[in-house]
Each structure stands twice: as C-alpha cells, then as structure tokens.
C-alpha cells in the first residue's frame, strides 16, 4: 500500500486502539496549519 493510500485504513483501527500521542500530534498539525492560515500563508 503506498502512502496516499494510508486514509483507507483509518475506517478499519478502533479510536480507542490509536496512541494517545499520535492524537496529539495530529492536533499540533492542525493547530499550526490553522495559525499560518490566519496569518495569510497557504
């Protein structure tokens, strides 16, 4: 399976099987893609 494809496999893991860091670092992503949007990067 090739990297593009690792979103199919979200559908098959329980939530409750995930690392709680990994949670964490999907929400410090999402909190630095949300601050450059504010500050007008793309």
């Keep these: ?3 593009t494809d690792h979103h199919v496999l979200v559908a098959t893991v ?3 099987a995930i690392d709680l860091e990994i949670g964490y670092a999907l ?3 999402v ?3 949300s601050a450059a949007k504010l ?3 793309t």
């Design 1 to 3: 399976m090739s990297k």
């Design 14 to 16: 329980l939530a409750n």
């Design 27 to 29: 929400d410090a992503i």
């Design 31 to 33: 909190a630095a893609a």
């Design 39 to 41: 500050c007008g990067a």
